[in-house]
């Protein structure tokens, strides 16, 4: 205990001296540093629970909203299902921030059933793109709104269906992207499409999801290496 006390006002006064220099991560690193015992305790899993928390914590604050669509181009694929809530009552209503984690974790049973672990998001230079989720295939344009965070999604489906604007919402972070759209509407697009994904998996998505207000549902995509 002593050593992982030292440790952490050991990085913290680093910090001190050399501001651009600290990185949050490095501190979640030195907390969970401080035992070699390889047996797993209560309270190691006590730790790594709480470090994933605060890792969570870590990539919300530094997510970017200032980006163009230009710094969107290239592909990227699924890490994990993403959340948000544009609205600040629906937030408070179901507990705050910490609450989308959860709804993230409900989501991904769902996701696995309809092929979305293996969505794909590529994005052209002429601002056109390509989004794959599972063997759901949607095309069109995107463009990003006056809000800094705000994108626009003109979807088509199979290269012929105009399925209208979906709006998103985005924040990204290196080479993390946080990608998440209108729920409402996407549950249109995918009751429309249903004949190509599982039926019974998507009305349980969609009750899902229409029972909280003001959700957006997507992705937490990495960007491919070159």
Known sequence: MKKLFSLTIAMLAASAISASAFDPK????????GSSDKSETTDSKSGSGLLDALG???NNVTANSKFTVDDLVGSWSYTSPAVSFQSENALKNIGGA?????VEGKLEPYYTKLGFN????????????TLKMGVLTLKGTV????KESELVFNFNAFGKISLGKVNAHATKSGS???LTFDATRMVQILTK???VLNSTAVNTLASLLNSYDGIYMGFKLKKDAK
């Open 143 to 146: 463009e990003k709104e006056s």
């Open 26 to 33: 490095d501190l979640l690193n030195g907390l969970g540093g």
């Open 56 to 58: 969570g914590f870590v």
């Open 176 to 178: 993390t992207l946080n």
């Open 118 to 129: 293996k969505t794909t998001l590529t994005v052209a230079e002429d601002h056109t793109f």
């Open 193 to 195: 499409v249903s004949s």
């Open 98 to 102: 910490g609450a989308a984690t959860a």
